[in-house]
C-alpha cells in the first residue's frame, strides 16, 4: 500500500503550507525567561541551578507528580492529558508484581515528542532552539523519577536547525559531564535522537513510537495507551517538549514560578505561536511564538492587523476550530473558556487572517493540505478526506450544495478513523460551516468579504 496517496493534492498543498523555521520568540516570564542569555548549558545552570538526582529531596515519581498536579498540568501536545496521571500510570505498570524475567520488559521509557507536525506550530521547535537544557531537564528529571536510563528525543525532519540545536546541547551535557545525567548511583542516562519524516501525521503517539521501533513513521490503532504498553511493549511516558519544558521547571524550582502566573483553576502559562497568513500560497508573513499566562484575552495576543471584534480566528492549527469574531472578543488563552466555546488550545496555535485574507480560501488550502498528508490506512483518510477536501472546494468556490454536502462528510469522519487525523480535519470544516456563514453565503452568492475589504482598501488609497 502506498503512504504517500493523493500525489496531485499533495503538489498542490506543498505550496500551500508553511514550512519554514524562520519565526519571532519572544521572551517570556517562566519558560522563556532565559533566552536571551543563549541556549548554552554553563547559562542555563546560572539561571536553573543544578538537577542533583543524589539530593535527599530530589522527587521520586510520586513526588513529581504531585508537583505535576499541584500545578494542573497537562500536556501541551493537543490532547491535555493530566501529566500526573501519565506519571502515575508509568510507574504503577513498572512496580506492578510479575513473573520472574518480567522486570526489564517493565523498565520504563521517556521520549520527548519534538515533532508538532503542526506546519504551523512553532513552540516546541522554539523551546528546543532556544532553552533546550530546560527541556532536557524535564526529561531527565522524569528518568531519574521513573528509574531508568532510556531518554529519546523526537525532533521534525522538516526543520534541521531543531535537530542541531538537540545535538549541540546534548554534547554539551555528554563533555561537560553534567551531574543532570546522572542518577543517584551515579549512572548516566542514555539519550537517543530521532528525526521523522516531513509529515502532519508524523508527530502523531503511535507514528512515534513506530519510528523508534525502526518501523515506518506512520500512525497505528494502538490497543492500550503507551503510559501502559508504549516503545517495545515498556510503560512509556511520551509527552511534547513544551510539557518537559514545565516538568523541568517542577524539578528545578518547585511549583512557585508556575503558581505565579495564571489563574486559580488554571495555573501557569502555556506558548502560543501567533500566525498571520495571506492566500492563495499561505506564507507565514508573520509567525511569533509568544508564552504568555492563562487567562490572557486570546485578542490580545493577536497579531497587528487582525482586528479580533470584526474577524474570525481558528484557534487550535490545523485540527482546530473557527471562532467567529463576537466570540474571540470574549475568549481567553483557558483550556475551559475555549472549551465552552467549541474550541481547543490543541497544537497551541491562533492563527489570525488579516481584512484582506479570505478565511474560507484559508480553509480550503488547510483541509486539501491534510487530504494529503494522511497515513492512507483506513477508509476515512483514503476516501472521506479527498471527499471533504473536494466539498471544502466546491464550497469556496460558491457551488449550489456544497455546504450540505460538506457538513454531511464531516459528520461522516469522527470516530471511525485508525487515528485522530480524520477527527481534526472533520472538525476543522464542521467549525467552519458555523463561524463563517456569512463568508459562505458570500461565495455562494458569487462574492468574498475579504475581497470586498480589499477593493474597500484600495479606493482610501486612492
Not at 78 to 98: I, N, T
Request: with cysteine; net charge positive.
Amino acid at each position: 500500500m502506498s503512504t504517500t496517496p493523493f500525489p496531485r493534492r499533495a503538489a498542490v498543498a506543498a505550496r500551500g503550507v508553511p514550512l519554514g523555521e524562520d519565526v519571532v520568540v519572544l521572551p517570556g516570564p517562566v519558560l522563556l525567561a532565559g533566552m536571551g542569555d543563549g541556549p548554552s548549558l554553563l547559562a542555563h545552570r546560572a539561571r536553573h541551578g543544578a538537577l542533583d538526582a543524589a539530593d535527599p529531596t530530589f522527587p521520586d515519581a510520586a513526588g513529581l507528580a504531585a508537583r505535576a498536579a499541584k500545578v494542573r498540568l497537562r500536556g501541551r501536545g493537543g490532547a491535555g492529558f493530566p501529566l500526573a496521571e501519565k506519571l502515575r500510570r508509568v510507574a504503577a505498570v513498572r512496580d506492578r508484581p510479575g513473573l520472574p524475567g518480567t522486570a526489564a520488559r517493565r523498565r520504563p521509557v521517556v521520549v520527548v515528542n519534538g515533532a508538532e507536525g503542526e506546519p504551523a506550530s512553532h513552540k516546541d521547535s522554539a523551546l528546543l532552539r532556544h532553552v533546550p537544557h530546560l527541556v532536557l531537564d524535564g526529561a531527565a528529571a522524569a528518568a531519574h523519577a521513573l528509574r531508568t536510563h532510556e531518554v529519546h528525543v523526537v525532533v521534525p525532519g522538516e526543520r534541521p536547525r531543531v535537530r542541531e540545536a538537540v545535538e549541540a546541547a546534548l554534547a554539551e551535557r555528554r563533555d561537560r559531564r553534567d551531574l543532570s545525567d546522572r542518577d543517584r548511583r551515579g549512572e548516566r542516562l542514555t539519550w537517543h535522537v530521532h528525526v521523522t519524516a516531513p509529515r502532519f501525521v508524523a508527530g502523531q503517539e503511535t507514528a512515534v513510537l513506530q519510528l523508534l521501533a525502526g518501523r515506518e513513521n506512520l500512525p497505528v490503532t494502538a490497543d492500550a495507551p503507551a503510559a501502559a504498553r508504549g516503545l517495545r511493549g515498556r510503560p512509556t511516558l511520551l509527552s511534547n517538549a513544551e510539557t518537559f519544558a514545565h516538568l523541568g521547571v517542577l524539578a528545578l524550582h518547585g511549583p512557585g514560578p508556575l503558581l505565579a502566573h495564571g489563574t486559580d483553576e488554571e495555573p501557569g502559562t502555556t506558548l502560543v505561536t501567533t500566525v498571520q497568513p495571506t492566500v492563495p500560497g499561505y506564507p507565514t508573513t508573520d509567525a511569533v511564538v509568544r508564552e504568555v499566562a492563562f487567562g490572557t484575552s486570546v485578542a490580545a495576543v493577536l497579531p497587528p492587523g487582525h482586528d479580533g471584534y470584526t474577524l474570525p480566528v481558528l484557534v487550535g492549527g490545523f485540527h482546530g476550530a473557527w471562532l467567529p469574531p463576537a466570540q474571540v472578543a470574549r475568549a481567553k488563552v483557558s483550556p475551559a473558556d475555549l472549551a465552552r466555546r467549541g474550541a481547543a488550545l490543541g497544537a497551541g496555535v491562533l492563527i489570525a487572517p488579516s481584512a484582506r485574507t479570505c478565511p474560507l480560501s484559508l480553509t480550503r488550502t488547510v483541509v486539501a493540505y491534510l487530504a494529503a498528508e494522511s497515513a492512507g490506512r483506513c477508509g476515512p483518510c483514503v476516501h472521506g478526506l479527498p471527499a471533504l477536501a473536494d466539498a471544502v472546494d466546491a464550497l469556496a468556490r460558491g457551488r449550489d450544495g456544497a455546504a450540505e454536502e460538506a457538513a454531511e462528510v464531516a459528520g461522516l469522519l469522527p470516530g471511525r478513523g485508525a487515528c485522530r487525523h480524520p477527527d481534526g480535519t472533520g472538525r476543522l470544516v464542521a467549525s467552519a460551516l458555523d463561524a463563517l456563514a456569512d463568508e459562505v453565503r458570500a461565495h455562494a452568492a458569487g462574492t468574498c468579504t475579504a475581497l470586498r475589504g480589499r477593493e474597500e482598501q484600495q479606493r482610501w488609497a486612492s
